[in-house]
Structures are given as C-alpha cells and as structure tokens.
C-alpha cells in the first residue's frame, strides 16, 4: 500500500482553468503538507495543516485553497491558473519528529 | 524562522570515490536535521535524520551525516559511490518546538560518472 499518495500524477491545463490535486495518507499522522518544487528543484512549503486545523499558509495566492475533509486527506485546489503555476507539488504527512514521508509528486503544467 | 544553505549545486565525483555533500543551518534554537534524496521523477525519500544523541548519524544506501553544533553543519559522506547514487540531495531543517515547519536547501545534485 502507497503511504502518501497524489491524484493525479500528471496535469496538463490551460490558463485560467481550475484544478484540483488530491492527497491520501494512511500513515495515521496528524500533519499533513503542500510543498511546491520550481524548475531548480527548489521545495518551498505552501501550507501545513494539523488535525485537520490549518498552521501554516505561507505567502502564495489567494487562488491557492487546501481543503482537509479528515484527518487522512488534504486536497489543493487551484483556481484561475497562471504559467507560472507549473510546477511539481508534494503532498507529505508527518507525526513529530519521525520526518515527512513524501508522495511521489503531481507534475503541473499550465499551457 | 530557521533555514538551510547548500553550499553545493552540483558534485560530480567518479564512481567508487567518497562524497562529501555540505549543509548549514541556521537557528535561534535547538533543531531536528535531515538528507533526503530525489531520484529523477520521483519524490523524496527520507535518507537520515538527527534527533538527538550522537552526532554521527547513519542512512540507508551507506550514507553517514555529522552533526556539529558549534558549526552549524550537518554534512552528508558516503565513502565509495556508486552510479545509482546520481540523484538530487535536499538538507532540511525543523526546530524542537515546532516540527510541523520543515524548511529545505536549495538542494545538491550529486552526478556520479564511470
């Protein structure tokens, strides 16, 4: 069984749509996370969410939403997509200090 | 908030030879440390990490990690590589009272050649 995993794994969408990227955990960890990774393999975290319970929302657009319907879920919807959305984003989860365990990514492209 | 520099984009070694990837960090407070490794196309996976206890960490795939307070370091060596070991290496970094903020470094590409 997949630990962390990402649907789908691979998005071609035009601009201006609106896409969603889920994420399933069945580690039983209490966080989950959203990293994005630019073209220079650069991870920047995008959100972090608790128990359901958001703690952190790092400075990315408000077209940017998580949504966590359980403790097991985080999805990331997009809304109004831009070039400069392509990307590839990590879901991970984690239960404190053991590390994150990373999902194998969603490759976003934004034609 | 804490942070990490790679000081390495690339490393290209030749294969059997010992690598040193290098990782600072920087924190106003007591901090968990961690190499994860990137495949081409695929996510990270967790290689080590630092907790507490011993500043000599090991990995899977014979990785090792030292862990130096007084210089804020927490680099990566592996003694013989080997040609799957070409990958990319991200150090990372969460403070003691907040795990649930893991930042990256930019990341190191290690490029082992035959």
């Known amino acids: 069984d997949t630990a962390v995993s990402q649907t789908p794994k691979y998005l ?5 749509n609106d896409k969603s990227i889920k994420c399933e955990q069945n580690l039983g960890h209490d966080t989950m996370y959203w990293y994005k990774q630019d073209s220079k393999k650069f991870l920047k975290i995008m959100f972090s969410y608790n128990n359901k319970e ?9 077209r940017f939403s998580p949504k966590s319907p359980d403790k097991a879920h985080l999805n990331l919807h997009i809304n109004s997509l831009e070039l400069g959305d392509s990307a590839v984003y990590f879901c991970a989860s984690s239960q404190t200090a053991y590390g994150y365990t990373f999902g194998s990514g969603t490759r976003l492209t934004v034609v | 908030a804490q942070s990490v520099t790679q000081l390495d984009s690339q490393v290209p070694v030749f294969e059997e030879a010992p690598v040193e990837l290098r990782c600072n960090y920087s924190s106003s ?3 968990y440390l961690f190499w994860y490794v990137q495949y081409p196309n695929q996510g990270l996976q967790l290689l080590l990490k630092y907790l507490s206890g011993s500043t000599l960490v090991k990995g899977i795939n014979g990785f090792e990690a030292e862990f130096n307070k007084s210089q804020t370091s927490f680099h990566l ?7 799957s070991d070409t990958a990319e290496y991200f150090c990372a970094v969460s403070d003691l009272r907040n795990n649930n903020d893991m930042r990256f470094g930019a990341g190191t590409r290690l490029t082992v050649k035959p």
């Open chain 1, 12 to 16: 071609v969408t035009q601009m201006g």
């Open chain 2, 77 to 83: 060596r592996k003694p013989s590589v080997h040609i």
């Open chain 2, 29 to 31: 407070v007591s901090v």
């Open chain 1, 54 to 62: 958001l703690i952190i929302n790092e400075t990315v657009p408000n």
